[in-house]
């Protein structure tokens, strides 16, 4: 307690009133980092909107999530494709950026193997992406005209009131991505939205990504779909024993 006091006490009131709506947790989860009070507001505010656990975040402190959601543009067409508040809301719930470390890879993955990694750790994965979600399951069949399609990873979102899909891809994103993902949308629009669901939304998740060819492709497409970058950062002490190991190896050799 008296540290808490000490530590916010000369604070602004902006401060102040930011953490005075959190749990007794939270706020020792956040003093831990001794962060800058604008960072403070701002994981306070998160907490608040998005309804974070601790471990979500702890999650979301250890990953620097602060400093990529500064760091990147969104790319989507949610304003133009959702009535306003959804809109508003998707684009807080949905990230431009992705930490995907957990998958403990330190080479580029293909497709499959990403898919699989995630799905093992999925309970891990759902914590990256916000709270809200639940994982319906991954290469989810459409069965349509005698044909049938298969969407990567695919969720449920309780406060938009939408099934999520999720489409992996290795590489930069292509413009072709988003007549793949439109269809997909639209199929799971006709075949297993409920009537009182919202449209199902679409999140490309790709190794690159050029803002102005994503905002070109999506600029005539009338399903709510977002392109969004991964990467694969490291937990600091993980990366750590990766570098020691290789110290190690390279010691070895001579």
């Known amino acids: ?21 959190l749990p007794w947790g939270h706020n020792l989860l956040i003093m831990s980092y001794n962060l800058p009070a604008e960072y403070v507001v701002f994981y306070a505010n998160e907490v608040v909107t998005k309804g974070w656990s601790r471990d979500m975040l702890r999650h979301a402190l250890k990953s620097d999530y602060h400093l990529s959601i500064q760091t990147n543009e969104k790319s989507n067409n949610f304003r133009a494709t959702l009535p306003i508040k959804q809109a508003e809301y998707a684009n807080e719930v ?55 399609y298969r969407v990567d990873l695919l969720f449920f979102h309780r406060r938009l009131r939408s099934m999520v899909a999720i489409e992996l891809k290795i590489g930069e994103f292509k413009p072709e991505y988003v007549g793949k993902m439109n269809f997909y949308l639209s199929l799971l629009d006709k075949l297993e939205k409920a009537p009182d669901e919202n449209p199902s939304i679409g999140i490309i998740l790709c190794a690159e990504k050029d803002h102005l060819e994503v905002e070109l492709a999506l600029q005539d497409i009338h399903k709510p779909i977002g392109v969004a970058e991964y990467q694969y950062l490291l937990p600091k002490n993980k990366l750590q024993e990766l570098v020691t190991d290789e110290i190690k190896k390279s010691r070895r050799k001579k």
């Open 1 to 21: 307690m008296k540290r808490f006091y000490l530590q916010y006490n000369q604070d602004d009131t902006k401060v102040q009133q930011a953490v005075a709506l």
């Open 94 to 148: 949905f990230q431009s950026s992705y930490n995907l470390g957990f998958v403990d890879a330190v080479e580029p993955l293909k497709e499959l193997a990403l898919e699989r990694r995630l799905v093992k750790k999925i309970t891990t994965f759902i914590m990256e992406l916000g709270s809200g979600f639940s994982f319906i399951g991954n290469q989810h069949t459409l069965a349509y005209n005698d044909k049938e």
